[in-house]
């Protein structure tokens, strides 16, 4: 008994110092440390007619799931996550696109953006590529009160080659999203 008094009165102790008496309401110091996004945008879930050209091989994918997050707490950069996925075959492709660091209403505005790195998990398979030279470019966007809509080119400009699956890589290619 005297066991689990003193357990609870542990957590009691752990709970009441975790908490932080003083809150700011600037929503960039509510932010999760430890690698978890902090989400800018509601996910974009919406049909789509999109092809990536993956080891030779060209790909169609009819669905397109998105969202834009920061994961400043841990790299000081933002990611793009967009989801690409063939419904009829269950083949998908998800493209991690992270830029510097800046404000959603920095990033959604018809610019050219270098990516820092871009993160592509394909047939199961996460792949790091830091070196692509990528550039994400808005063709037409619009963002409001978390919702993002437009078009958008990732442009791949050299073949970028796996390094944990030597036979996976990506040609010079450029990809065209538009986000409903």
Known sequence: MKTIFLSLVSICLLLVSCQNENLSENQEDHVIVGGVYQCY??????????????????????????????????????????????????????????????????????????????????????????DSEAIFKWETVSFYKQKFTGKAKLNIPKKISGRINKNTYYPEQSIEFEFD
């Open 41 to 130: 945008t509601q996910q974009i879930i919406n049909p789509c007619d999109i092809k990536v050209n993956i080891s030779g091989e060209t790909y169609n994918f009819n669905k397109l799931e998105a969202s834009y997050n920061s994961h400043r707490p841990t790299t000081n950069q933002n990611v793009i996550l967009i989801y690409l996925k063939d419904t009829i075959s269950n083949k998908y492709v998800n493209f991690s696109i992270f830029t510097s660091y800046m404000q959603p209403e920095v990033f959604f505005t018809k610019s050219d953006f270098k990516t820092d790195t871009i993160k592509i998990d394909w047939a199961g398979v996460r792949e790091d590529f830091y």
